[in-house]
T-cell receptor
C-alpha cells in the first residue's frame, strides 16, 4: 500500500531558527496535508495542498506540493517555543475515494529558548 | 463552530472486556474516520463511515467495529480487549471524505490492564 516517509525523525533547534522537514512517497498523492500534534491532544490541521507546485503559507509556516506529486515539505520560520510538537504529513489513500488518510511517521520538534 | 468531540477522554479497562467510544463530528460533516495511534505503529486507519455506511476499513481484526447514526455521530466498539489495544483512538471528520482535509478530536486514551 501507499506509504509516506517523513524526515527528519526529530529536530532540536534554537529559538529563532528556521526549520525544514519533508515527506516523500513512492506513489502519487493528489492532496498533501500537514498536521501538528501537541501532547495529549489530537492532530491539528496546519496546511492543505491540492495542486502540484502549490506553495501555501499560514503565518510562519510554508508548505509546498512537489511537482512530481510524490513529495511535500514544510518550513517553519523564526521558530518559537510553542512550535514544539510532532508534525505529521498525510495524504488520502489513492485506492479509494473515502476518508482514509495515510500518515508519515512524524517529525518531533523541540525548541530551546 | 464546535470541533470534533470525543468521549470519554480516558478509559481504563481489563483484558477481555469490551469498550465503546463516541465521536461527534463537526456540524455538517458527514464523513467520520477512526484512527489508532501508538508509539510503535503511528497513526493507523481503522474505518470510515459516511451516511451511516462503512465505506472503508483498515487492517484490524473483527473485534474492532463501528457504526454511524443518522446525525453523523459515530461510535466504535472493541470487544475482547487485549493488552495491545492500549492506544490513543482518534476520530476525524470531513464534509464528504475523499480529498477533503480531516479535522481531529482530542482522542480517547484507552489503557488495558
Amino acid at each position: 500500500g501507499q506509504q509516506l516517509n517523513q524526515s527528519p525523525q526529530s529536530m532540536f533547534i534554537q529559538e529563532g531558527e528556521d526549520v525544514s522537514m519533508n515527506c516523500t512517497s513512492s506513489s502519487i498523492f493528489n492532496t498533501w496535508l500537514w498536521y501538528k500534534q501537541d501532547p495529549g491532544e489530537g492532530p491539528v490541521l496546519l496546511i492543505a495542498l491540492y495542486k502540484a507546485g502549490e506553495l501555501t503559507s499560514n503565518g510562519r509556516l510554508t508548505a509546498q506540493f512537489g511537482i512530481t506529486r510524490k513529495d511535500s515539505f514544510l518550513n517553519i520560520s523564526a521558530s518559537i517555543p510553542s512550535d514544539v510538537g510532532i508534525y505529521f504529513c498525510a495524504g488520502p489513500d489513492g485506492s479509494s475515494n473515502t476518508g482514509k488518510l495515510i500518515f508519515g511517521q512524524g517529525t518531533t520538534l523541540q525548541v530551546k529558548p | 463552530k464546535a470541533g470534533v468531540t470525543q468521549t470519554p477522554r480516558y478509559l481504563i479497562k481489563t483484558r477481555g472486556q469490551q469498550v465503546t467510544l463516541s465521536c461527534s463530528p463537526i456540524s455538517g460533516h458527514r464523513s467520520v474516520s477512526w484512527y489508532q495511534q501508538t508509539p510503535g505503529q503511528g497513526l493507523q486507519f481503522l474505518f470510515e463511515y459516511f451516511s451511516e455506511t462503512q465505506r472503508n476499513k483498515g487492517n484490524f481484526p473483527g473485534r474492532f467495529s463501528g457504526r454511524q447514526f443518522s446525525n453523523s455521530r459515530s461510535e466504535m466498539n472493541v470487544s475482547t480487549l487485549e493488552l495491545g489495544d492500549s492506544a490513543l483512538y482518534l476520530c476525524a471528520s470531513s464534509l464528504n471524505g475523499g480529498n477533503q482535509p480531516q479535522h481531529f478530536g482530542d482522542g480517547t486514551r484507552l489503557s488495558i490492564l
